[in-house]
T-cell receptor
Framework: DTEVTQTPKHLVMGMTNKKSLKCEQH?????MYWYKQKAKKPPELMFV???????INESVPSRFSPECPNSSLLNLHLHALQPEDSALYLC????????????????FGQGTRLTVV | SQQGEEDPQALSIQEGENATMNCSYKTSINNLQWYRQNSGRGLVHLIL?????REKHSGRLRVTLDTSKKSSSLLITASRAADTASYFC????????????FGQGTRLTINP
């Protein structure tokens, strides 16, 4: 199984709503990532989890709150978002680069297309 | 911050022709990866080249890496309509978990 599954595929939310994006992988990867991608732009890293602990936060506003409840699941909790937060949110996972010979390709989910109204 | 610059930003060729995309970066890297994205959905990993490698092949793909010039190129030979997609290079530094930084991407269109 080389899939990263993201739900929901589409989400429309108001600026006062609270919602969550979910991501799941069963490849045994111990690194998981959230990326944000605006139209016609490259993905931008938001958060990195290593061994279920937050290791990188790219100065993301607190209205985005990540959570990694176990080694297979990654959530992104959303609260009080702005219209400019509308984007494609991508989850990814990879092995941790322990040995130089290990592949460290990232596997991406299909993304959640978020619209904030 | 995005350190990768790709050119061209858009490329349109006829089916059967070869497509070459270039990527430049600014800092030292552990490896460089190329990804494909169809219609704004998930990214698919194509190939990874480590900083101590100069060239790598995978099927119709050929990637080169020149660390002295901080640049890489992706060649797709004998292009097909199904190769129409956006292609991104991504550089990785080893920070425990790798931190992938994507280039601006090249939009490739293969005309039948």
């Amino acid at each position: 199984d080389t899939e990263v599954t993201q739900t929901p595929k589409h989400l429309v939310m108001g600026m006062t709503n609270k919602k969550s994006l979910k991501c799941e992988q069963h490849m045994g990867h111990r690194a998981m990532y959230w990326y944000k991608q605006k139209a016609k732009k490259p993905p931008e890293l938001m958060f990195v989890y290593s061994y279920e602990k937050l290791s990188i936060n790219e100065s993301v506003p607190s209205r985005f709150s990540p959570e990694c409840p176990n080694s297979s699941l990654l959530n992104l909790h959303l609260h009080a978002l702005q219209p400019e937060d509308s984007a494609l949110y991508l989850c990814a996972s990879s092995q941790l680069d322990i040995l130089p010979s290990m592949n460290t390709e990232a596997f991406f989910g299909q993304g959640t297309r978020l619209t904030v109204v | 911050s995005q350190q990768g610059e790709e050119d061209p930003q858009a490329l349109s060729i006829q089916e059967g022709e070869n497509a070459t995309m270039n990527c430049s970066y600014k800092t030292s890297i552990n490896n460089l990866q190329w990804y494909r994205q169809n219609s704004g959905r998930g990214l698919v990993h194509l190939i990874l080249i480590r900083s101590n490698e100069r060239e790598k092949h995978s099927g119709r793909l050929r990637v080169t890496l020149d660390t002295s010039k901080k640049s890489s190129s992706l060649l797709i030979t004998a292009s097909r309509a199904a190769d129409t997609a956006s292609y991104f290079c991504a550089t990785a530094k080893r920070l425990g978990a790798q931190k992938l930084v994507f280039g601006q991407g090249t939009r490739l269109t293969i005309n039948p």
